[in-house]
Structures are given as structure tokens and as C-alpha cells.
Nanobody, 116 residues
Framework: QVQLVESGGGLVQPGGSLKLSCKFSGPAFGAYAMSWYRQGPGGERELVASIEAAGRTTKYADFVKGRFTISRQNYKDTLYLQMNNLLPEDTAVYYC?????????WGRGTQVTVSS
């Protein structure tokens, strides 16, 4: 069974940076496409960034392009999200997602709050 555990969230001032991590437990991390989603207060869950299994191709939502970077280390079974120049509207719970064929797994999320 796959488990995902996010970490690295917290309180940061506008313009600051955070790096989120998602630890994957289970078989075949390298087979999964991985994504970060977020859900802000009163909002719907939205896709932030995704990376394919080998890590060669990435995609970003327009609202984070140029500020966030998704990456993975398959030998560590870990996904990352480097977030720079954070804005108050980036405040949300950030979730890690693993997807492979019909298999879809979610972590419990990590809170990111951007406030002065």
C-alpha cells in the first residue's frame, strides 16, 4: 500500500521561500507521475505542478510559473516543491498526489501560510 507524507509547510512572510517534501512509502515510486495540489480557504483543490515518472517533464499552473519548481529524487522516493516569492494568495493546504494507470494516492497535506 502506498502512503504519502508531506512536510515543510509553515508560516512565511510575503516574498519568502519554503521547500515542501513528500515522502513516498511503498513500491515503484519511479513508476508514478507526481503532482502537488493545493486548497485555499473556502476554495477548491487545484493543481499546482506535476512531474512525470522519470522527472524529465514538468508542468505548472500559470499562477506559480517562474516562482515554484517541482522536482523528484527517485532514489530517495521523495518529491519536492521549491516555492519562492510567496504571495498571500499562496496560503493553502498543499497536497502530494501519486498517479499511475488507475492508481491514485493522496497525502494528508501540509499547511502553508503567507502573512506578514
Amino acid at each position: 500500500q502506498v502512503q504519502l507524507v508531506e512536510s515543510g509547510g509553515g508560516l512565511v512572510q510575503p516574498g519568502g521561500s519554503l521547500k515542501l517534501s513528500c515522502k513516498f512509502s511503498g513500491p515503484a515510486f519511479g513508476a508514478y507521475a507526481m503532482s502537488w495540489y493545493r486548497q485555499g480557504p473556502g476554495g477548491e483543490r487545484e493543481l499546482v505542478a506535476s512531474i512525470e515518472a522519470a522527472g524529465r517533464t514538468t508542468k505548472y499552473a500559470d499562477f506559480v510559473k517562474g516562482r515554484f519548481t517541482i522536482s523528484r529524487q527517485n532514489y530517495k522516493d521523495t518529491l519536492y516543491l521549491q516555492m519562492n516569492n510567496l504571495l498571500p494568495e499562496d496560503t493553502a493546504v498543499y497536497y502530494c498526489n501519486a498517479h499511475w494507470i488507475s492508481r491514485d494516492y493522496w497525502g494528508r497535506g501540509t499547511q502553508v501560510t503567507v502573512s506578514s
